[in-house]
């Protein structure tokens, strides 16, 4: 994927904190080094000098080329210093971020919240899009598979909690997409051990911000022993897959930015064409359309994670930065209104599903920036955003003061809309609202932080 974004202009970076991987290695020439980090970070790159200045001659010597240096040696030399620069640029950049959230001290929790880190370096690489790798083992439980998955699980949960919290503080939780994949499943059948062996066909999942959750696709198997009329199920309880990996990661693709049914698609996937339509999941399936599609529209997702027999990626959009609008001194500072102070059910409140520019999908909505069709009819440090629906048109235009996204989750409110709109009563259930309002669970919004209308 990264080799047909970057060939059509949208600056893509890969980053494994889970050493070297085939996933990231692309055509030579073609795509850029990925990046591996070690999952505490960047280390000075010569921690221990012997002489003074020891980077700045290693540098001198592999500059000093002649005429009859040879090809091999310049090429070798040139990439040396190359990597060295870029490794200091890069240490100093994740160095000036700032994570709020606490993170488990663990070693599946330390990979995502270094993701958390490069993430917001995102404007000062220059980077549309990012792809991450991060990897989690000791899923190979040929024993006492029920006592390991319980820890595991229990485990994955404090890292994937922690990593959805950090990335809803940076209002990037829109924009991101984790996909996780294992090289192959489990018997269903248990061993000897009270363990598992090495099976076939399994299930895999997916989640963030896009992603139309509470969904379980495919067919549950009627049958799971081999020999009973099932097409599908093996001995030991080892299934064979009815749908290829190019279903989950045809939506994705598409998701992510390229287009289905192109030549793009084709050499992203190249043997999705050897499966009929109804085994891939296109992007409507799997996503809500709240994100830029179109590589035209030069926007910005991240790939990344498997979990050693039991992986998965991190597909994350990135979106440039954009500095607080001046206030006229006639605007007066104020929060949100009261359900009943704005009148809720006015007539005049038309819902508007207009795609807009803007920083991110909730900047674009909560801002009621200006409309558009793709990212090249936006601002330099914009994107063209499909978002939530919103009264923008019927209300006054909104600007907001150091926005931050509320911790508030659910509100009252006459429906998800207005709840978020007018910012309702923070609530539990529909017996802490009261006036006929019901508990909405609402999409990302500014509620809380102040603004001038103008």
Known sequence: MAEVLIDNGIPTNLFSISGQ??????????????????????????????????????????NDNTADSGFHAETWSSKLSESMDR??????????????TVFPAEGLSDQFKLVTRLMQTRVSRGSKRDIFFVQDG???????????????????????????????????????????FSEFARTLNPNTGGGSDHGWGGHHFMFGGAVKGGQVLGRYPEVFNEGEGSNFALSRG???PEFPWDAMWHGTAEWFGIPPNSPSMDKVLPMHKNFPASSLYNKAAL???????????????????????????ILSEQMSEQSAPILSEQM??????????????????VVS??????????????LCRSTCTASLGCPSTMECFSVHENFCGSIPQR???????????????????????????????????????????VHANYCGSSYTEV
């Not at 490794?87 to 709020?100: A, C, F, G, I, P």
């Not at 404090?158 to 209002?171: D, R, T």
Request: glycine share 6%.
């Open 138 to 180: 000791g899923y190979d439980t040929h024993d006492n598979v029920d006592a390991s998955l319980i820890i595991n699980f229990g485990r994955i949960n404090g890292a994937i909690q922690a990593f959805v919290n950090e990335l809803k503080i940076l209002n990037l939780w829109e924009s991101t997409t984790v996909v996780q």
């Open 21 to 62: 991987v085939t996933l990231l290695t692309g055509a030579p020439g073609e795509v850029p080094t990925q990046s591996v980090l070690a999952s505490s970070g960047l280390a000075p790159f010569n921690a221990d000098p012997s002489i003074t200045n020891m980077n700045d001659q290693i540098k001198s010597l592999n």
């Open 287 to 313: 996503f809500n359309d709240i994100l830029p599609v179109q590589m035209s529209e030069q926007s910005a997702p991240i790939l990344s994670e498997p979990m050693s027999e039991q992986s998965a990626p």
């Open 399 to 441: 600007i907001y003061v150091n926005p931050e996204v509320s911790v508030e989750v659910h509100r009252c409110g006459t429906s998800e809309i207005h709840s978020r709109t007018f910012c309702g009563a923070p609530c539990a259930w529909s017996a802490d609202c009261t006036g006929g309002e019901t508990c909405h669970g």
């Open 87 to 100: 490794h200091q640029s890069l240490k100093e950049k994740v160095e000036n971020t700032t994570v709020t």
């Open 332 to 349: 007066s500072e104020q929060s949100a209104p009261t359900l009943s102070e704005i009148g809720v059910n006015s007539p005049e409140l």
């Open 238 to 240: 080892r299934m064979i």
């Open 353 to 366: 599903t207009a795609m807009r520019c803007g920083t991110s999908e909730v900047d674009a909505r909560e």
